[in-house]
């Protein structure tokens, strides 16, 4: 897809969103449903092309695989990983992406348009809306006339590749010296799955960690720990020394969480560390711009532990 002009602002907490939709087949007609990726993760959109049949596929909504300029690209049927029978009846889309360092398709009935809005406008999923998703829905975006669900695509990823390699384990060393200084990390991640693995990375290294599902959450409890630390006489590095944050998140994403950090005084020296599937050399230059401490992409969350440890080692966090 052509470069946009928000993939060049930073912390402005907006985002575009590519609106696409699946028809259901039924008993009785076909039922549509909405859905929505970030355009940073958009390579372009295709019609169907012609697929070659993959060997021994680990799930049976992979369909094959295509060539895209020298490069084979898996197909996934969206709606065949959802569970759904799509309906037949139109010529389907193809939506190529490229997140976590790797490139896939998803086959879809078709593609609307693109919408640029505040994440302030993406809601959360309730409790009950993911657990009947599977926690597949990482945002829910509400138009006239329509409700438009941000599907977790990493999920979806991880979900089609269980045999991914080991995270590498930290060394005995990092554990010790991480431990001694009881080390507290915030971690902010829309998707369940996301958090829960970083903060699992996190704690077998020997963090103390608090887990939260957006930015503005992020920002609540550092301000409620600012003003506790204040009210004991306290320093704030009791309560937090670190912040691994996502980037595409509800409400407030992690930019401009990281922006509000480096613009506040009492938070400026907390390292931030930007953990994100859409970090790639294109976009790095929006963490930058706000002040992001490190930025990484989670296809390389084995590196996430020695590079929050090289930051709490420099000489002015003590």
Not at 66 to 91: C, H, M, T
Not at 225 to 244: F, I, M
Not at 248 to 263: A, C, F, N, Q
């Amino acid at each position: 897809m052509a470069e946009t002009k928000i993939l060049l602002e930073s912390g402005t907490n907006e985002v575009e969103i590519v609106e696409f939709y699946l028809d259901e087949a039924r008993p009785v007609g076909r039922y549509r449903g909405y859905y929505g990726i970030n355009v940073a993760k958009v390579l372009e959109i295709l019609q169907q092309p012609e697929l070659t049949d993959m060997p021994e596929v680990s799930h049976p909504a992979v369909l094959g695989a295509f060539n895209l300029r020298q490069e084979i690209i898996p197909l996934v049927d969206l709606a065949a990983w959802l569970g759904k029978k799509r309906d037949e009846s139109e010529p389907p889309k193809i939506i190529v992406t490229e997140f976590n360092r790797t490139k896939s398709a998803f086959l879809v009935s078709g593609v609307t348009r693109i919408h640029r809005i505040s994440w302030s406008q993406v809601e959360a999923p309730t409790g009950y809306v993911s657990s009947l998703s599977v926690n597949s829905i990482t945002g829910v975006v509400k138009f006239s006339g329509r409700i438009v669900f941000i599907l977790d695509m990493e999920k979806i990823c991880a979900d089609l590749n269980p045999d991914a390699p080991p995270i590498p384990e930290p060394t005995e060393a990092m554990r010790k010296e991480i431990g001694s200084r009881h080390v507290k990390a915030l971690v902010a991640d829309d998707s369940t799955m996301a958090r829960k693995m970083i903060a699992g990375i996190l704690e077998k290294a020997g963090f103390t960690v608090h887990q939260v599902e957006n930015g503005d959450l992020a920002w609540r409890y550092l301000t409620n720990a600012r003003r506790s630390a204040a009210e004991r006489g306290q320093p704030l590095s009791d309560y937090v020394d670190v912040v691994v944050s996502d980037i595409e998140m509800p409400v407030m994403d992690g930019h401009s969480l990281t922006r509000y950090i480096k613009e506040e005084p009492a938070f400026r020296d907390l390292p931030v560390v930007l953990c994100s599937s859409i970090i790639t050399e294109t976009l790095h230059h929006k963490g930058v711009a706000v002040g992001a401490d490190d930025q990484i992409s989670k296809a390389e969350l084995g590196e996430l532990v020695p590079r929050i440890f090289r930051l709490l080692r420099q000489p002015d966090r003590g």
